[in-house]
């Protein structure tokens, strides 16, 4: 069975550190990865997606992944308040169609001021 | 860009009814859509993959006679919970991916409440 593992936490952050999230997955053939974000009542928002071994930033934003590893990581630099939520891995399945994704249960981060 | 949206954000019902939600793609057009759920405290469930012009593809475990989905148009599709019972209660969440980035984008899902 396809899985993808993260930490639930709570990861505890002060306000202005580096929050580190990770994630790992089963499926070797996995394409493409992504990040979404979940304030508590909400739906997904998707923060960044990366497809190559290596890093990619975007504003205080950084994604890891390491393909051989099975590895995908987050970094938010500068951590705010605002960051406060959960944080959900999720990765697409290898073969086939549809792009289905396969998500983590989350990583709640508490951004403390 | 990449708005997706949800109607209705709330529904309350009694149990027996049916409850239809629908999930629109704004600023772009979405040959691929899904359906998720999410119970409280959990992380999100596919339960079905819904392709324009063709039959939704369930996930196992999701009945399909119950979760009628219908993608109509590039731009839409509908969930239908038929004979909704208390625990059918849940978070639902739709998603709409682009062709370009085959990335998907949820809508701000709907919250269902079967009395």
């Known amino acids: 069975q396809k899985e993808v593992e993260q930490n639930s936490g709570p990861l505890s952050v002060p306000e202005g550190a580096i929050a580190s999230l990770n994630c790992t997955y089963s499926d070797r053939g996995s394409q493409s990865f992504f990040w979404y974000r979940q304030y508590s009542g909400k739906s997904p928002e998707l923060i960044m997606f990366?497809?190559?071994?290596g890093d990619k930033e975007d504003g205080r934003f950084t994604a890891q992944l390491n393909k051989a590893s099975q590895y995908v990581s987050l970094l938010i630099r500068d951590s705010q308040p605002s960051d406060s939520a959960t944080y959900l891995c999720a990765v697409t399945n290898s073969g086939g169609s549809n792009y289905k994704l396969t998500f983590g249960k989350g990583t709640l981060l508490t951004v403390n001021p | 860009g990449a708005v997706v949206s949800q109607h209705p954000s709330w529904v309350i019902c009694k149990s027996g009814t049916s409850v239809k939600i629908e999930c629109r793609s704004l600023?772009?057009?979405?040959?691929?859509m899904f359906w998720y759920r999410q119970f409280p405290k959990q992380s999100l469930m596919l339960m079905a993959t819904s392709n324009e012009g063709s039959k939704a593809t369930y996930e196992q475990g999701v009945e399909k006679d119950k979760f009628l989905i219908n993608h109509a148009s590039l731009t839409l599709s509908t969930l239908t919970v038929t004979s909704a019972h208390p625990e059918d209660s849940s978070f639902y969440i739709c998603s709409a991916m682009t062709q370009i980035q085959e990335t998907q984008y949820f809508g701000p899902g709907t919250r269902l409440l079967v009395l």
């Open positions: 600023d772009f057009q979405a040959t691929t």
């Open positions: 990366i497809y190559s071994n």
